[in-house]
């Protein structure tokens, strides 16, 4: 199959996987717009790339998205993918509460989880007039299984992931389709030592950048709506998550079954 969405919104891509998407999707896409908050690397990212462009934007400033997205779909009507691949990662330890800083807490619901509906509430109305389109969500293997050391991280992944389960029945029956994607840990700047000072040499953590979006991307080309990216998050989503999406489907042919009593 080939990559079926022609024109692209990417949230998050100054660096990381949002950047190696953005990079794959440049030769199959009319049309790339990238954001995030450092336009010296989304200059860089865009710089000799016809079809790419790209807009300064901080995905935290909820107040500032109704109007990026009146923006953007003015000036691409035909807009028909937005992934949405912003994210902070942080270590809290709640045995210590004095060194929890909240501001930092809340900041990583808002990027992680928040936004994300925030983007969709001013984006749908649009998306849903297109012949076809889709909303990615990069979202976490720590949806699944969580990680204590970075406790907030997990529970906004699970969040995002619940809340994508149910938006992809809400919209079975529109044109728009719902992809989740499950990264590992990824050999990213999210695990820097500037924004985690308790882990050295963090950007040796995990799968290489490389091989995850080649592997994600094999995902999206194939159609899947999930994709579970690497061995450990594989087996975590077939072992738990498999169970519980039958579970979900269970509860809701119940559901409707009283309803039409």
Request: charge should be negative; proline fraction near 7%; aromatic fraction near 8%.
């Amino acid at each position: 199959m080939s990559f079926p969405y022609k024109h692209v919104l990417i949230f998050g891509a100054t660096s990381g996987i949002g950047e190696a998407l953005a990079k794959q999707l440049f030769d199959v896409c009319e049309t790339i717009i990238v954001t995030g908050r450092r336009e010296e690397n989304l200059k860089a990212l865009c710089e000799g790339v016809p079809n790419a462009s790209y807009r300064v934007h901080d995905i935290s400033d909820h107040g500032s998205i109704a109007p990026f997205a009146a923006s953007v779909v003015a000036d691409v009507p035909q807009l028909d993918c937005i992934v949405l691949n912003s994210g902070i990662q942080r270590g809290f330890d709640f045995s210590k509460p004095d060194t929890v800083d909240l501001s930092q807490v809340d900041l990583e619901i808002d990027t992680n989880y928040v936004a994300y509906l925030h983007v969709l509430k001013h984006f749908l109305p649009h998306l849903l007039k297109q012949p076809q389109a889709t909303v990615i969500a990069m979202s976490s293997g720590l949806a699944l299984v969580p990680l204590p050391r970075v406790p907030n991280y997990c529970a906004t992944k699970a969040a995002l992931h619940q809340f994508w389960l149910s938006l992809r029945v809400q919209l079975q029956d529109t044109s728009v389709k719902v992809i989740e994607v499950f990264p590992p840990a990824v050999q990213t700047e999210l695990h820097d030592e500037k924004h985690q000072p308790d882990i050295k040499n963090g950007r040796s953590i995990g799968m290489p950048l490389a091989e995850f979006t080649a592997e994600a991307w094999a995902g999206l080309l194939a159609g899947e709506d999930d994709i579970p990216v690497g061995p450990i998050v594989q087996l975590n989503y077939e072992k738990i998550d498999k169970p519980r999406q039958e579970a979900m489907n269970r509860f809701l042919g119940m559901m409707r079954k009283q309803a039409g009593a």
